[in-house]
T-cell receptor
Framework: ETGVTQSPTHLIKTRGQQVTLRCSSQSGHNTVSWYQQALGQGPQFIFQYYREEENGRGNFPPRFSGLQFPNYSSELNVNALELDDSALYLC???????????FGSGTQLSVL | AQSVTQLGSHVSVSEGALVLLRCNYSSSVPPYLFWYVQYPNQGLQLLLKYTSAATLVKGINGFEAEFKKSETSFHLTKPSAHMSDAAEYFCAVSSSGSNDYKLSFGAGTTVTVRA
């Protein structure tokens, strides 16, 4: 049990639609990171939020955006969905002492 | 930029045999290196991490990894495989070169354990 909860677990969308994925972290975890894991590949860093501000971004276009809230929840928003956006999206939060990264079980997004 | 390469996408071992998973890194600064395990339909779980302290790092479930700067390697080993070790394993490096968890992952190695 990592204390990081993601919803929904599975989601099906069609190309061009918009999607919001949600993550709830442990209390006190000020840093949350989002990763995209395509089938058969390692996770790729999308972006990180620290105290509600974006704190680094990977090689993802602006249609990938995020929000972090004071209650340790966060969102990943993807606009204008493309077929290649089909993947497992992982949320991860850092412990207070930054010693460990806790991953959620992910949201499996399918774009048809 | 920091990156890792995992050698071998699949490894099959017999129960009780040595598990060896290979990872080589590329980093312009002293790296922060990690090994994660992912079981089916689950997120990633940290096995161990290297942060420039001891070069031999011991992790959970009997795994350990040795940092070798001369070989730019961080291979993961376990002396005796159990059936429960069947999973996917990822090597990762902090892409920023600091302990801020902006990680760059390898493509992963799937481990199967034969009875």
């Amino acid at each position: 049990e990592t204390g990081v909860t993601q919803s929904p677990t599975h989601l099906i969308k069609t190309r061009g639609q918009q999607v919001t994925l949600r993550c709830s972290s442990q209390s006190g975890h000020n840093t949350v990171s989002w990763y995209q894991q395509a089938l058969g590949q390692g996770p790729q860093f999308i972006f990180q939020y620290y105290r509600e501000e974006e704190n680094g971004r990977g090689n993802f276009p602006p249609r990938f955006s995020g929000l972090q809230f004071p209650n340790y929840s966060s969102e990943l928003n993807v606009n204008a969905l493309e077929l290649d956006d089909s993947a497992l999206y992982l949320c991860a939060s850092s412990s207070r002492d930054n010693e460990k990264l806790f991953f959620g079980s992910g949201t499996q997004l399918s774009v048809l | 930029a920091q990156s890792v390469t995992q050698l071998g996408s699949h490894v099959s071992v017999s129960e009780g045999a040595l598990v060896l998973l290979r990872c080589n890194y590329s980093s312009s600064v002293p790296p922060y290196l990690f090994w994660y395990v992912q079981y089916p339909n689950q997120g990633l779980q940290l096995l161990l991490k290297y942060t420039s302290a001891a070069t031999l790092v011991k992790g959970i479930n009997g795994f350990e990894a040795e940092f070798k700067k001369s070989e730019t390697s961080f291979h993961l080993t376990k002396p005796s495989a159990h059936m429960s070790d069947a999973a996917e394993y990822f090597c990762a490096v902090s892409s920023s070169g600091s302990n801020d968890y902006k990680l760059s992952f390898g493509a992963g190695t799937t481990v199967t354990v034969r009875a």
